[in-house]
């Protein structure tokens, strides 16, 4: 038999080594660290974490590095970098690839926060050529990408419409043309879908959702197998732009990610259940989740992921005062954006996530005044459930409507 630890032991036992010999390691908050002497042989490369070497809390910090290496073992890849937000992971992996010039291809359904990044900041700013492309069909990605592609940037499955890319195809054409291939697999992580196995060359995260998965912090991940890829990172982070995560959110992070495998299989079996609820419902005019069948890519997400994950959207027969109705009525969800914590948080995306996209650029993907997301959360399905029961009975009849 394979004497490999295997998802669940990993999350619960990596990063917990302690030389005190800790249960759960010991948050680092010391910002400077005690020298042994004088080395005029010493660089600051040579400082390793990994043989207990601290020098300055913003280069390394003992905290941060146990979770770091948790992640990037979970991810199934050698480096992991710890980051204080998802945007400063995903900023900074992409400003350890492209310089000014450079093509980077990028799902046209990415989310919003990162879209508006690759605009204002790459395109318009640092004169990266981006192109949003929709990567849900492979052929569209590999026309896009060429020999002057430096960087190929996907998220699957995507918010709010839960579209999904193929990892392993979009790897070999980022691969034929020597393009740094990164995902953001926020809403799968990594029990569900692990992008370096496919081929990717790193893959990035919002911590702050699952990986976190208690709604109390603020944080993203990168992890990467490349050492160029890594080495790049590890500058940025440390040196020029000084953005790792806390030791006091590396500490509820590590926290975090211990129960990730029993979380997702409960977000998992709760949200395939209230989907299957919608889906039958008579005032439901279409459900998305990638387990139903009727998703159009269940096929691939079968293939692709080993579940289906917590979150699904769903669309009102109605308009958006229906939709206010029904939100305002709920007892049990809480209103607000975000995803991924133990408690279920629904939200309406035409008012709330995805309001700075402006109408007609809602309606073009597809985001209706009716669609509702809901990241599903552990509680009993049956609260869940009677939950809605409440929305839908709050909905109002037609001749009520201003
Ligand atoms: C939330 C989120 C981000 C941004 O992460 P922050 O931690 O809010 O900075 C990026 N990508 C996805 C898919 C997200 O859900």
Redesign the pocket.
Known sequence: MDSTPRFDTRAVLDGSESPAGDVVPPIHLSSTFELPGIDPELRLEDVDPSAGEFLYGRLSNPTRHAVENQIAALEGGEMGFAFS????A?ATAVLSIVEPGDHLVAFDDL?A??RRMFEELFDHQLDVDIEFVDATDVETVADAVGDDTAMVWM?TPT?PLIRLCDVAAIAEVADEHDAVFGV?N??ASPYFQRPLELGADLVAH????YLNGHSDG???AVVTDDPEVAEALGFRQQVALGNGLAPFDSYLLARGLKTLGVRMRKHEENALALAEYLEAHDRVREVYYPGLESHPQHELASRQMDGYGGVLSFELEGDLWDAKAFLEALETMTLAV??GGVETLIEHPATMTHEPLGVERRREIGISDSLIRVSVGIEDVRDLRADFERGFAAIAAPEAKP
Not at 85 to 88: N, R
């Open positions: 937000s998802g945007t400063a995903i989310y926060g990162t998220e918010n953001d926020t809403f919002s911590t702050t959702k603020i944080g993203g975000s995803l």
